[in-house]
């Protein structure tokens, strides 16, 4: 398996709280991503990183923040996190930008928004 | 219209059947095709690809129309570890689109 890790895991928080999930790699991948998944919904993407410090926008990336600072560690903040964030939150990393289709992925960090 | 759309299911078939089931994608642009599997509170993870004429992976034959704009999965001889959500995902323009996926149960 990729060596991909999210954390945290499970967080709970309330509205209005910032919150920061961190998605460390260990493969040495050029491209890392942050995907969210609700219920009807297939995985969207927030935010995605073609490298160190250099990002860009998803097809949902409103309330969202990113960052990376080094290689292996992309972050996704909410600066004020609100009920519709609760969702299951995924990175995945690839070393090609989805040219083979193949992303590798993190085992999630799911975050309750109350 | 959601770019890639999928019969959630849930499909329940008893061991050893064959189950098919189809995803449809907006985009006739659209240039490559996958299906990634996803167990239950898991991470997805590519279960192969699908290409033009068709291919197979052991019990996995998938396929793709471009006329009708839809791809499919069939599984042969179903297995419980087979119990899962497929998700079907579409590259087109830089971006991979996912389906919510299909929920396939096995019983025993």
């Known amino acids: 398996d990729a060596g991909i890790t999210q954390s945290p895991r499970h967080k709970v928080t309330e509205t209005g709280t910032p919150v920061t999930l961190r998605c460390h790699q260990t493969e040495n991948h050029r491209y890392m991503y942050w995907y969210r998944q609700d219920p009807g919904h297939g995985l969207r993407l927030i935010h995605y990183s073609y490298g160190v410090k250099d990002t860009d926008k998803g097809e949902v990336s409103d309330g969202y923040s990113v960052s990376r600072s080094k290689t292996e560690d992309f972050l996704l903040t909410l600066e004020s996190a609100t009920s519709s964030q609760t969702s299951v939150y995924f990175c995945?990393?690839?070393?090609?930008?989805?040219?083979?289709?193949?992303?590798?992925f993190g085992e999630g960090s799911r975050l309750t928004v109350l | 219209r959601k770019e890639v759309e999928q019969d959630p299911g849930p499909f329940n078939v008893p061991e050893g059947a064959t189950v098919a089931f189809n995803c449809t994608y907006s985009?006739?642009?659209?240039?490559?095709f996958f299906w990634y599997r996803q167990d239950c509170r898991k991470e997805p993870k590519l279960l192969m690809s699908v290409y033009s004429s068709g291919n197979e992976d052991g019990r996995f034959t998938a396929q793709l129309n471009r006329a009708s704009q839809y791809i499919s999965l069939l599984i042969r001889d179903s297995k419980l570890s087979d119990s899962a959500t497929y998700l079907c995902?579409?590259?087109?323009?830089?971006?991979?689109?996912f389906g919510a996926g299909t929920t396939v149960t096995v019983r025993a």
């Open positions: 985009n006739s642009a659209s240039q490559s």
């Open positions: 995902v579409v590259k087109g323009d830089y971006k991979l689109s």
């Open positions: 995945a990393i690839s070393d090609y930008r989805d040219n083979t289709g193949e992303l590798f």
